[in-house]
């Protein structure tokens, strides 16, 4: 290969390539900052994001852990459809809904409400199959008590991984069963419940058996 003799020959291929390829490489590196600082933008906003999700959720907490009056109550179902609108795609919106859920269901309450509430509330719950759980039993309970037995058994049945909650679940679904009027199938569910063990009551299940004429070895 043939030396260039001269620095102005050597500068000239520079210029020539620069013809040909400056506009792509100019291109090319403003892509990549674009790219890099796009990305810290993004990850700078979702950090604020959440920041501000946790601020108003911490608010809510405080003011449903103080509420006593009628005006505190609507207080804190304003702030928990605050959290809900403008942080709707974090947990701090389903746990939210758990609180307002719960305060529906105080007193004379309103479970028709609180199952609608906790509704939302599973189908935002992701892939946390802890918290999934918790919010699928308390929607179960809260449709139970609204009458719906329907809807009650789809919600408890449609459980998956239930690990701990297994007997929980088990026992609600006995006790809507007999609600419903069928107390062989609600045999059936306190059996598995006692058998699966876990974090249930064993005493008041036993009692539960008893009334439906199941003893202890059954």
Do not use: C, P
């Not at 590196?29 to 959720?57: R, Y």
């Amino acid at each position: 290969m043939a030396e260039m003799r001269t620095e102005e020959e050597q500068i000239e291929a520079i210029k020539q390539w620069w013809k040909k390829n400056g506009s792509s490489l100019l291109i090319g590196i403003g892509l990549a900052l674009a790219l890099v600082f796009g990305w810290q933008a993004w990850q700078n906003h979702q950090a604020t994001k959440q920041a501000q999700a946790a601020a108003d959720f911490g608010q809510l907490m405080q003011q449903a852990q103080q509420a006593s009056s009628e005006e505190d109550r609507e207080s804190v179902t304003y702030l928990a459809n605050q959290v809900r609108e403008e942080h709707g795609d974090t947990t701090y919106a389903v746990y939210a809904m758990l609180i307002l859920a719960n305060q529906q269901m105080m007193g004379d309450g309103d479970a028709a409400a609180a199952a609608e509430t906790l509704q939302w509330a599973l189908e935002q719950s992701g892939s946390s199959d802890a918290l999934s759980l918790v919010v699928r039993t308390r929607l179960a309970r809260a449709q139970y008590g609204a009458g719906q037995y329907d809807e009650a058994l789809e919600t408890v049945r449609g459980a998956d991984n239930m690990g701990a909650f297994e007997s929980i679940l088990a026992e609600l679904e006995g006790d809507i069963l007999i609600a419903s009027g069928d107390t062989e199938a609600a045999e059936d569910a306190y059996l598995r419940a006692r058998d699966a063990g876990g974090m249930g009551n064993v005493g008041l299940l036993q009692r539960k058996l008893d009334n439906l004429g199941v003893g202890g070895d059954a």
